[in-house]
């Protein structure tokens, strides 16, 4: 079936590093993206989204970058610090979604190197 | 403070015993959902809700029931047919449950069986 997966379980990054995350996605349908940080015994929190009419879009140190045609997104996090050690999920839907429901990858664990 | 609140955080379950878990939200959204998340692994949808006394199967809803009698209130029980209940427990919300939308997350409830 559809999924969406990710190259690497873990990242290991010195802190002030860029780090980057990939996430590679098999449902061509998909037009909405979302990036997610999970802290231990914690929800997800909201990073950033992209949608498919864009390839890129910055926050507050990310950058999301969105190759459609090869079904493949990044997570990119400036001058790393230790807060950002977390697991990361990428997760994606499509407009004709019912009930706009989400599939989930399998998640990247990010530690900081002091 | 607006949000998503869950409770218990933690949860104990009796073999062949029911469990229901809560999530509450004063976001005033119209959807919420439940997922599940395993181990080292990514969230994956029980149930969801759209609109008030309507709700529909997730991708794993085999041995789980929801109600939703109010917009802010989306309990969640764990039957005794749930062979493997032992997980995280994530209750979400969005706006309308459109195409497009942020999901919001609580901030769990681990369920594990004694």
């Known amino acids: 079936g559809e999924s969406v997966g990710l190259h690497l379980p873990t990242l290991s990054v010195q802190e002030g590093d860029n780090s980057i995350i990939n996430c590679a996605y098999s449902?061509?349908?998909?037009?909405?993206f979302i990036w997610y940080k999970q802290e231990s015994g914690k929800g997800p929190q909201f990073i950033i989204d992209?949608?498919?009419?864009?390839d890129k879009r910055q926050g507050q140190r990310v950058t999301v970058l969105l190759n459609k045609t090869v079904k493949h997104l990044s997570l990119q996090i400036a001058a790393t610090q230790p807060g950002d050690s977390a697991v990361y999920f990428c997760?994606?839907?499509?407009?004709?979604?019912?009930?706009?429901?989400?599939?989930f990858g399998g998640g990247t664990r990010v530690l900081v190197k002091p | 403070d607006g949000g998503i609140t869950q409770s218990p955080k933690y949860l104990f379950r009796k073999e062949g015993q029911n469990v229901t878990l809560s999530c509450e939200q004063n976001l005033n959204h119209d959807a919420m959902y439940w997922y599940r998340q395993d181990p080292g692994q990514g969230l994956r949808l029980i149930y969801y809700?759209?609109?008030?006394?309507?709700?529909q199967k997730g991708d794993i809803a085999e041995g789980y029931s929801v109600s939703r009698e109010k917009k802010e209130s989306f309990p969640l029980t764990v039957t005794s047919a749930q062979k493997n209940p032992t997980a995280f427990y994530l209750c979400?919300?969005?706006?309308?449950?459109?195409?497009?939308?942020?999901?919001?997350f609580g901030p769990g409830t681990r369920l594990l069986v004694l």
């Open positions: 809700s759209q609109i008030v006394n309507d709700f």
């Open positions: 979400a919300s969005s706006s309308q449950g459109a195409a497009q939308e942020t999901q919001y």
């Open positions: 449902n061509s349908a998909s037009d909405y």
């Open positions: 992209i949608r498919s009419n864009m």
């Open positions: 997760a994606e839907t499509a407009i004709k979604a019912a009930g706009n429901k989400l599939t």
